[in-house]
T-cell receptor, first 111, second 112 residues
Framework: GENVEQHPSTLSVQEGDSAVIKCTYS??????FPWYKQELGKGPQLIID?????GEKKDQRIAVTLNKTAKHFSLHITETQPEDSAVYFC??????????FGTGTSLTVIP | NAGVTQTPKFRVLKTGQSMTLLCAQD?????MYWYRQDPGMGLRLIHY???????AKGEVPDGYNVSRLKKQNFLLGLESAAPSQTSVYFC???????????FGQGTRLTVV
């Protein structure tokens, strides 16, 4: 099956700075890459996703980039705010039937 | 719009006891999933279903059984609970075809 690695496991940034989380995947057939945000005591919630026919996607302060050749994708959060503090998960899917998740990044934004 | 609802939210079991976790979705999604979340290990797929009456094994299926008798419900059963099954369990549903998966709020299970 697919293997997704995520780094770093923890990340602290000052409010207003940027945060970058990186993931790699093993199966070149993966074609869908969602990012989820999990707040304390809640289930993960989709924040952005990208498909393999697109190299970059932006949504306000959040962007995701995909490098199919290197098999890695990254989440970029600009102008971070305290409410961005959460655990972020990347995932990869080949068929849409199964999602393989990374191990998560705990982001802390320091006011 | 309730989305994905999990029952119960918390449970403590003794080793060897059995229980069933219920997941219900009101979005008419074909695909449903059960994950477990453990510290430092992310979300690992236990079982999933691609439609009513179907089930399939995920990454960590041992010790669990599932059923999808109705499209809106996906049940996860533990026949003989073990301390290694102490975890937070999440149910999710998706329309399929590489579209967004929606998660429930989770069930925190402790096996003593």
């Amino acid at each position: 099956g697919e293997n997704v690695e995520q780094h770093p496991s923890t990340l602290s940034v000052q409010e207003g700075d940027s945060a970058v989380i990186k993931c790699t995947y093993s199966d070149s057939a993966s074609n869908y890459f969602p990012w989820y945000k999990q707040e304390l005591g809640k289930g993960p919630q989709l924040i952005i996703d990208i498909r393999s026919n697109v190299g970059e996607k932006k949504d306000q302060r959040i962007a995701v980039t995909l490098n199919k050749t290197a098999k890695h994708f990254s989440l970029h959060i600009t102008e971070t705010q305290p409410e961005d503090s959460a655990v972020y998960f990347c995932a990869a899917s080949i068929t849409g039937n199964q999602f393989y998740f990374g191990t998560g990044t705990s982001l802390t934004v320091i006011p | 719009n309730a989305g994905v609802t999990q029952t119960p939210k918390f449970r403590v079991l003794k080793t060897g006891q059995s229980m069933t976790l219920l997941c219900a979705q009101d979005m008419n999604h074909e695909y449903m999933y059960w994950y477990r979340q453990d510290p430092g290990m992310g979300l690992r797929l236990i079982h999933y279903s691609v439609g009513e009456g179907t089930t399939a094994k995920g990454e960590v299926p041992d010790g669990y059984n599932v059923s999808r008798l109705k499209k809106q419900n996906f049940l996860l059963g533990l026949e003989s609970a073990a301390p290694s099954q102490t975890s937070v369990y999440f149910c999710a549903s998706s329309p399929g075809g590489a579209l967004e998966a929606f998660f429930g709020q989770g069930t925190r299970l402790t096996v003593v």
